[in-house]
């Protein structure tokens, strides 16, 4: 498999992106990974590292950053490197692309250089988060799509289920929606329109309504929401999160006294951090374009990109994308 990576995306880029594609292909003999980017800006260590038998570097002269406008950007910066990852994978080049950078200019380019699967009106940008109970859950949509219709929040589910099925091996996959509450009459009339499609589908485990503050609980592995809501909810955990460990961190080494007791403690919090952090997580595909793209975190490091050209490779290989292609047509059908 190929993947292509936009080494210039993200807040640690290019090394993030240089290593995490060096730990990738050393884990994965048959794996050939595309690192686009300016390679004049790596200094020796980098340039060392990218020097591998399984990595080839495509230049890019231009970077798209993250507060540009997603559309002008990416119709003004053709040479860029975000850009030029996409263009890899629709010239079949590439079976994948990776980057950090500019969400919105992700999305777009996404739209504009690869179009829609046929049969999905909006594609939704995904997150992976863990849970208290079993092994995560996939939320979509967390911000591309704001005012979603009933139909399109329906497709969120049916992409949802199919990823996790192929990805996570879970055989079937529990498909909830959020809502301000569990009963089926709850919500504006977009959500209880969704509510009943999701519903009506004999293919779906479909398990109904989940408040947000049972997402991480471990009621469903699919979290259908439109973009505004599950963007605001995505925020709130990982602020939650971080400040929350934080300030944790912060009463065990308070004193001497707190400090020794931290020390009987230490291994389960380390434990508990690194079954919180996103790092380890990765990123998150754009589920509903043509072809296949993945969305990191904006701070991801070397872990999170080697863990996400990872999960990119096993899922081209499963084919998992013509699976919900043909979903998708049958629904379309029916």
């Known amino acids: 498999m190929n993947i292509s990576v936009d080494a ?63 559309v002008q950007a990416v119709r003004q910066k053709t040479d860029s490197s975000l850009v030029k990852a996409i263009q890899l994978v629709r010239s079949r080049d590439a079976d994948a692309a990776i980057s950090a950078g500019n969400t919105g200019a992700l999305m777009a380019a996404g739209l504009f250089v690869l179009g829609r699967m046929r049969g999905i009106e909006r594609p939704a940008l995904t997150a992976i988060l863990p849970s208290f109970h079993g092994w995560g859950v996939l939320m979509l949509d967390v911000g591309a799509n704001l005012e979603p219709r009933p139909h399109q929040l329906y497709q969120y589910g049916v992409m949802g289920s199919i990823y996790c099925r192929e990805v996570y091996g879970i055989e079937n996959p529990r498909v909830a929606l959020l809502n301000v509450g569990v009963e089926e009459e709850k919500g504006p009339p977009v959500v209880r329109e969704a509510h009943q499609l999701l519903q009506a589908d004999p293919n779906l485990h479909f398990v109904g309504n989940l408040e947000a503050r049972e997402i ?77 793209v993945y969305k990191c975190h904006g701070s991801s490091d070397q872990r999170a990109f080697e863990r996400t050209i990872l999960t990119a490779d096993a899922y081209c290989r499963r084919d998992s994308q013509d699976r919900i292609r043909e979903r998708i047509r049958e629904g379309a059908e029916g």
């Open 8 to 70: 210039m995306g993200g807040d640690l880029a290019p090394e993030a992106a240089v290593q995490g594609a060096r730990q990738a292909v050393e884990a994965q003999p048959d794996l050939h990974v595309y690192l686009v980017g300016d390679q004049a800006l790596l200094d020796a260590s980098l340039r060392e590292r990218a020097r591998h038998p399984q990595i080839e570097w495509v230049q890019a002269e231009e970077v798209i950053d993250t507060a540009e406008a997603p």
């Open 216 to 292: 991480l609980q471990g009621h469903a592995d699919v979290v259908v929401s439109d973009g505004f809501a599950g963007n605001v909810a995505l925020k709130s955990i990982e602020g939650a999160a971080r400040d929350i460990f934080r300030e944790v961190r912060g009463a065990l080494l308070g004193s001497w006294q707190r400090k020794l007791g931290a020390l009987l403690v230490r291994e389960g919090f380390q434990a508990l951090r690194r079954r919180w952090d996103y790092q380890e997580q990765g990123g998150a595909p754009l589920l509903g374009l043509n072809q296949i």
